[in-house]
């Protein structure tokens, strides 16, 4: 089986990312408005700055309390709309308990939507003209191509049917000529639909929730899902005991699609400043 180890492919891509900003003659800048404290979200933040860091993007942060107005954050948005120095921008999700997620994205200018959340740029995406394409599948798509699995005529299940994953996963997968079937919640039978498929895409956000069982031999299997267990120990949306000599590619958790998700958003980025000049 092999590890489809996101942590390898980031490294390849940005790399070329580094040397296509030293190019531009400018620094592109990514924004992240951060809502409240919830220590996961920090860490995902603390991880995008990083990675600006090493790929030469200049990093905004802009944290407000989790108690913040909602006009207060809307014009925190809006200062990042106006700064030509912010060519991209993202509002880390989730936010707090009380904030309407469809109304704060939409005060974010379409043009600087790094993540691709807005109503506009999902339209762009499905309809085969992106302006941002969708982080995480993005990521999943450009790892299975890596490790050279053939997606073209093969069957995809995509497990989860979320606008941020699961529906522009399964677009790009037919994207590539897969043949996909997308189930959820209330999927009848799931097993029956994932022991048919060459790749499955899990991203059901529960924690072990398919096994070796699911699968048939030799099946591609991209894990999504993170979560913490008891012990303080990371896990994905599938088991991985029995995995090993069944499947014939796993990626693991952590280190597979989590940083591939932050380099596609440099990705993003860099595209997003390019448009802007």
Known sequence: MIRIDGKEVSKAIREKIKSEVAELGFSPGLGVVLVGDDPASQVYVRNKFKACETVGMTSFETKLPADVSPADLKKAIEDLNNNPEVHGFLVQLPLPKGFDT??????VDPKKDADGLTIENIGLFHAGQPRSIPCTPHGVIKMIKHYDFAIEGKNAVVIGRSQIVGWPMARLLMNENATVTVCHSRTQDLKSFTKQADIVVVAAGKPEFVDQSFFKEDTVVLDVGIHRKEGNGLVGDV??????????????????VGPMTITMLLENTLRLARASH
């Open 102 to 107: 469809d109304e704060v994205l939409s005060w």
């Open 239 to 256: 088991k991985t005991e029995g995995c090993e000599g069944h499947l014939a590619g796993l990626s693991p958790v952590p280190g597979g």
